[in-house]
C-alpha cells in the first residue's frame, strides 16, 4: 500500500477534532496545574502524565491530581 492510499483511509474528519480537543484539554490541564498550590501528588509528575500519556493523562490529572479541600 502507497503512503496516498495510506493517507486516504485516515477518517480525518475524527481525526482532526480529537487532536484539537486533545490540545486543549492538555494546555488547559497545565495551565490549572501551575495555577494551583497543592495537588495528590508531585507536581513534575502530572506535568510527565498530562505531557506523556496522551488524551487519558490529563482527564486523569482532573479526575484525581486536584485537590478539592
Known amino acids: 500500500m502507497e503512503m496516498q492510499e495510506m ?9 482532526i477534532p480529537l487532536i484539537v480537543i ?9 495551565v490549572d496545574l501551575a495555577r494551583i498550590e497543592k495537588t495528590n501528588g508531585p507536581k513534575w509528575l502530572w506535568v510527565v502524565i498530562i505531557l506523556f500519556v496522551n488524551l487519558f493523562g490529563p482527564i486523569a490529572y482532573f479526575l484525581v491530581g486536584r485537590r478539592h479541600d
Open 22 to 30: 486533545e490540545t486543549i484539554l492538555l494546555i488547559v490541564a497545565l
Open 7 to 15: 493517507m486516504n483511509a485516515i477518517p480525518w474528519g475524527i481525526v
